[in-house]
């Protein structure tokens, strides 16, 4: 009887070796389909940026470039959450949130601008400091 159960838990344990690359290779290819969804989705709204012009062009090109971060933020949370990826992916979505307020304070003048801008640098320096927290 000792045998027979020893021989299951061998089994088991192989088959599940043998389902885990398979998971993986799922997960892998899932994610480059939405990355790449992502990517596309990026393409066609910088386009219809395009059209537009001087500041609400780019006004629109950072708020597409914020959706494409956002999306593969999501992408890499539900896909390749190993090791420091979704702190990166994170990261990216930090750093296009402080652009996209950036470009927001360019349409104020003098010391509002200024503040704006601080204020701006400061939630990405304590967003950053929270995401680095996570990695600890």
């Known amino acids: 009887m000792k ?4 021989t299951l838990v061998a089994t088991a344990a192989l088959a599940a070796v043998g389902i885990a690359p398979a998971a993986a290779q799922t997960n892998k290819d899932q994610h480059k389909t939405a990355m790449d969804k992502a990517k596309a989705d990026y393409k066609v709204a910088k386009d219809k940026c395009d059209a537009m012009s001087g500041h609400a062009e780019d006004l629109c090109e950072e708020e597409a470039k914020l959706a494409r971060a956002k999306a593969e933020h999501e992408a890499t949370v539900k896909f390749d959450n190993t090791g420091n ?24 003048k003098g010391d509002a601008e200024d503040r704006c801008e601080m204020q701006a640098k400061s939630a990405r320096d304590a967003a950053r400091d929270a995401n680095k927290a996570k990695r600890s």
């Open 3 to 6: 045998s027979f159960i020893a």
């Open 85 to 108: 990826n979704v702190q990166k992916a994170r990261d990216k979505v930090i750093d296009a949130e402080y652009e996209l307020a950036d470009e927001k304070c360019d349409e104020l």
